[in-house]
Nanobody
Framework: QVQLVESGGGLVQAGGSLRLSCVAS????????MGWFRQAPGKEREFVAA????????YYVDSVKGRFTISRDNAKNTVYLQMNSLKPEDTAVYFC???????????????????WGKGTLVTVST
């Protein structure tokens, strides 16, 4: 069982930055690809970014490329999402998610992630 706890959300003005963190319990973190998803009010949950177990590969949805950076520290069981140049349309609840241990490849669809955090709210004002 893996528990994920996100933090770092808040209210920020457009153009500002936030860094989200997600701490995972358990000893299998370093063998799991990790992802960030978000869900805006009235919308479906969408993929934002993902990172391989080693950190060597990353993927982003087109709308955040060049603005967001996903990274991980396996020694701290933590994955990060650095968000720069934030826009009002980035407003959402952001969720951290973990794939099954030793999965092949990196998923960009929610049903490939086995564990989820409760989310942290990011609000970007104009």
């Amino acid at each position: 069982q893996v528990q994920l706890v996100e933090s770092g959300g808040g209210l920020v003005q457009a153009g500002g930055s936030l860094r989200l963190s997600c701490v995972a319990s358990g000893r299998t973190f370093s063998s799991r690809a990790m992802g960030w998803f978000r869900q805006a009010p009235g919308k479906e949950r969408e993929f934002v970014a993902a990172i391989s177990w080693s950190g060597g590969s990353t993927y982003y949805v087109d709308s955040v490329k060049g603005r967001f950076t996903i990274s991980r520290d396996n020694a701290k069981n933590t994955v990060y999402l650095q968000m720069n140049s934030l826009k009002p349309e980035d407003t959402a609840v952001y969720f951290c998610a973990a794939q099954a241990a030793y999965s092949v490849g990196i998923a960009m669809t929610s049903y490939d992630y086995h564990y989820w955090g409760k989310g942290t709210l990011v609000t970007v004002s104009t």
